[in-house]
Nanobody, 125 residues
Framework: QVQLVESGGGLVQAGGSLRLSCAASGRTFSRYSLGWFRQAPGKEREFVAAISLSGRSTFYADSVKGRFTISRDNAKNTMYLQMNSLKPEDTAVYYC??????????????????WGQGTQVTVSS
């Protein structure tokens, strides 16, 4: 099992930046492929980005490509999401998720095994 805790959310003006972190418990962090999702009020949870076990492969939703960067530090059991050029439509609760099957680039939320509690990101115009 792995427990995930997100941090780093907050209020930022459009065009600004935030870096989210997802800290994981357990000794097998490197065995999980990871992803970031977000959910705005009244909308379904949507895929943002994913990263492979080693971190060498990354995957992004078209809406964030070129603005967001996903990374992981397996030695620190932590995943990151660097968000630049933020837009009001990026406002949502952001969740990190872990999948233990070893597959990378998973975009469907129901395929992830573990979830964090979420962190709020609000982008003002």
């Amino acid at each position: 099992q792995v427990q995930l805790v997100e941090s780093g959310g907050g209020l930022v003006q459009a065009g600004g930046s935030l870096r989210l972190s997802c800290a994981a418990s357990g000794r097998t962090f490197s065995r999980y492929s990871l992803g970031w999702f977000r959910q705005a009020p009244g909308k379904e949870r949507e895929f943002v980005a994913a990263i492979s076990l080693s971190g060498r492969s990354t995957f992004y939703a078209d809406s964030v490509k070129g603005r967001f960067t996903i990374s992981r530090d397996n030695a620190k059991n932590t995943m990151y999401l660097q968000m630049n050029s933020l837009k009001p439509e990026d406002t949502a609760v952001y969740y990190c998720a872990a999948d233990g099957t070893g597959y990378s680039g998973i975009r469907r939320p129901d395929e992830y095994d573990y979830w964090g509690q979420g962190t709020q990101v609000t982008v003002s115009s």
